[in-house]
């Protein structure tokens, strides 16, 4: 590949990173009812309300429920912290212990990262890394409500971690890798800062097949974490090619049933806009979580 395709390939991922950064921040500070909304798009909820694709048109607890949360959890954290926004439950298969470092990629309003936070006790602490100002904003002062003291939010891009090597005991995420361009450097840097021997539990979205032509061009596809999933295969490849091993798939269901299920009305309109049938993406969508770890 020439320089200038190079230059040309790296200018489109900036853009993509962009228009992620731009989606989110509207969520964060409630100014789009989900990440999949048009600029002129709405959905159920009344104007100025702050909900995510799989809460549209439904609580976010019921989404948040279908996605594997328990409702013990979601009592515990504060208010606004759930977006929403994730395909899973990874931090329950962490099985972090008190003492321990975690580090939650792609934090968002911080859900993951206080449930981590109650594991791991006033001796623990946790790190939230998001690119996006306005999540960020939202995630601390959602920790400062919540009185936490031993969590802190850092800005920073999942390709270059604001975090020191071999620093932190686990690594988590929720539907987060599948939005970064280059997912074999996100893996290359959880890799550098987990401590040797240490685990992560990562939920993302994951391609078992081909997507029609028009989700994958479909901005709002890219954005609501369908378009910019990688091949099964090649996902994994990356994350083993970055030294981290011991793969053990924990979760594997199809990504579409599920976002049909909870938020048929964003579904639907993915749909609409893009002239696709369900069945043409049924089973191809697959919502996986995952464990690996960084050999001792």
């Not at 049909?260 to 697959?286: H, M, N, W, Y």
């Amino acid at each position: 590949m020439g320089k200038g395709a190079v230059d040309a390939e790296k200018e489109a991922a900036e853009a993509i990173v962009e228009q992620v950064r731009e989606r989110y921040a509207r969520v964060a500070v409630g100014k789009a009812l989900s990440v999949f909304e048009e600029p002129s798009g709405s959905c159920c909820a009344p104007a100025g309300a702050t909900a995510a694709p799989f809460a549209c048109c439904g609580t976010l607890e019921s989404a948040s429920l279908k996605l594997g949360y328990e409702a013990k959890a979601l009592a515990d954290v504060p208010e606004g912290a759930d977006l929403g926004l994730g395909c899973g439950a990874p931090v329950e298969r962490l099985e972090l212990e008190p003492g321990e470092t975690v580090l939650d990629l792609g934090s968002g309003g911080g859900i993951d990262v206080f449930l981590a936070a109650r594991k791991v006790g006033p001796e623990g602490r946790v790190i939230g890394v998001d690119m996006t100002p306005a999540m960020l904003d939202r995630a601390r002062a959602n920790a400062a409500k919540g009185g936490y003291t031993n969590v802190e939010f850092r800005e920073g891009r999942l390709e270059k971690l604001p975090v020191e090597d071999a620093s932190v005991d686990a690594v988590t995420s929720n539907c987060v890798i599948n939005l970064v361009p280059d997912k074999a450097a996100v893996f290359g840097e959880i890799a550098r800062v987990l401590k040797p021997g240490g685990r992560l539990v990562i939920s993302d979205v994951v391609l078992d097949g081909t997507l029609p032509e028009s989700i994958e061009k479909d901005v709002y596809a890219y954005v609501g974490c369908i378009a910019g999933a990688a091949r099964r295969e090649d996902y994994f490849a990356r994350l083993e090619a970055a030294g981290l091993g011991r793969v053990e798939i924990l979760k594997d269901i199809d990504g579409i049933a599920l976002w049909t299920a909870a938020a048929p009305d964003e579904a639907q309109r993915l749909l609409d806009r893009t002239g696709v049938k369900v069945e043409q993406v049924t089973g191809i969508v697959r919502s996986v979580t995952f464990r690996a770890r960084k050999p001792a």
